[in-house]
């Protein structure tokens, strides 16, 4: 059964860096494209990036764009996001999804990582 493991959240101070893993129990890997998403309490679901097989890369924020880096290592069966610049508006649960196409939105049924929570504060 394919599953999805995140890992690399916690608290940081503002301005500082953090990096997610996604991995997936799967020796398929390289033909899913994953997309991270993020949730802050009181707030819907919001789709941060999604990386595509070929490794092409789609964000939908604007406010991550030169902050957040989405990167795979098919080998590893894993996807990585690097978040460098944390500000104080981006602590919430992350996750990871995977799927046949990137899109900005998935079903809650679609395979999601368990989360994981991001932090900032001094």
């Known amino acids: 059964q394919l599953q999805l493991e995140e890992s690399g959240g916690g608290l940081v101070q503002p301005g500082g860096s953090l990096r997610l893993s996604c991995a997936a129990s799967?020796?398929?890997?390289?033909?899913?494209?994953i997309g991270w998403f993020r949730q802050a309490p009181g707030k819907d679901r919001e789709a941060i990036s999604c990386i595509q097989t070929n490794n092409e890369v789609t964000t939908y924020i604007d406010a991550v764009k030169g902050r957040f880096t989405v990167s795979r290592d098919n080998a590893k069966n894993t996807a990585f996001m690097q978040m460098d610049g944390l500000k104080p508006e981006d602590p919430a649960q992350y996750y990871c999804?995977?799927?046949?196409?990137?899109?900005?939105?998935?079903?809650?049924?679609?395979?999601w990582g368990q989360g994981t929570q991001i932090t900032v504060s001094s």
């Open positions: 999804t995977i799927a046949i196409r990137c899109r900005s939105s998935y079903r809650n049924d679609n395979l």
């Open positions: 799967t020796s398929d890997f390289r033909h899913y494209e």
